[in-house]
């Protein structure tokens, strides 16, 4: 399984776009990104999954150089509702889709 | 659509007691996992349910901790008996099929403190 490497912590203020970027260099083909958010005492929560260029959906966009072997969780306009815990994961495709966290960063959304 | 209900939500025991968590996953979801998650740390893979039947328990520590999913619907998380390091939130998860990638819908969490 492909390891990622993300900031251990980000503080941001209101109103602000946030560019959070994951590196995992290890990527194989067959791999999709995705990113979880994880508020206090709650389980994590899908938010955006991709495989290359860019994706985009209510809650933000994930963008994907052609090498694969960074990307980029964009946050539009953060609120403090977004202070959570950011996960960034490398998804084998197939049967064995194992989900494998790393330590994620810790958003702070300052007013 | 009800998400995945777990309990009891916060659980204290004393090292050496036994414990059980129970979990019952999105209806018609045919995957479940049970993660643990260590304070400061991200959620680890305990083991995954395919149905009924276990398709990864490699990181689940059999000599204390067991799993089970009869009729492939509910799922009961146990340890025993318990130590220190157990103390941390017991997650389980659901998603609907066991090929291919699939969003992960995840429960609130069982907190275990073992003193």
């Known amino acids: 399984l492909a390891k990622t490497t993300q900031p251990i912590s980000m503080d941001s203020y209101e109103g602000q776009e946030v560019n959070i970027t994951c590196s995992h260099n290890?990527?194989?083909?067959?791999?999709?990104i995705t990113w979880y958010q994880q508020f206090p005492s709650q389980g994590p929560r899908f938010i955006i999954q991709g495989y290359k260029t860019k994706v985009t959906n209510e809650v933000a966009s994930l963008f994907i150089p052609a090498d694969r072997k960074s990307s980029t969780l964009s946050l539009p306009r953060v609120s403090l509702s977004d202070t959570a815990v950011y996960y960034c994961l490398v998804v084998l495709s197939g049967s064995a889709r194992q989900l494998t966290f790393g330590s994620g960063t810790q958003l702070t959304v300052l007013p | 659509e009800a998400g995945v209900a777990q309990s009891p939500r916060y659980k204290i025991i004393e090292k050496r007691q036994s414990v059980a968590f129970w979990c019952n996953p999105i209806s018609g979801h045919a995957t479940l996992y049970w993660y643990q998650q260590i304070l400061g740390q991200g959620p680890k893979l305990l083991i995954q349910f395919q149905n009924n039947g276990v398709v990864d328990d490699s990181q689940l520590p059999k000599d204390r901790f067991s799993a089970e999913r009869l009729k492939g619907v509910d799922s009961t998380l146990k340890i025993q008996p318990a130590k220190l390091e157990d103390s941390a939130v017991y997650l389980c998860?659901?998603?609907?099929?066991?090929?291919?990638?699939?969003?992960?819908?995840f429960g609130p969490g069982t907190r275990l403190t073992v003193l």
């Open positions: 290890n990527i194989a083909t067959n791999d999709y």
């Open positions: 998860a659901s998603s609907p099929s066991g090929r291919g990638y699939n969003e992960q819908f």
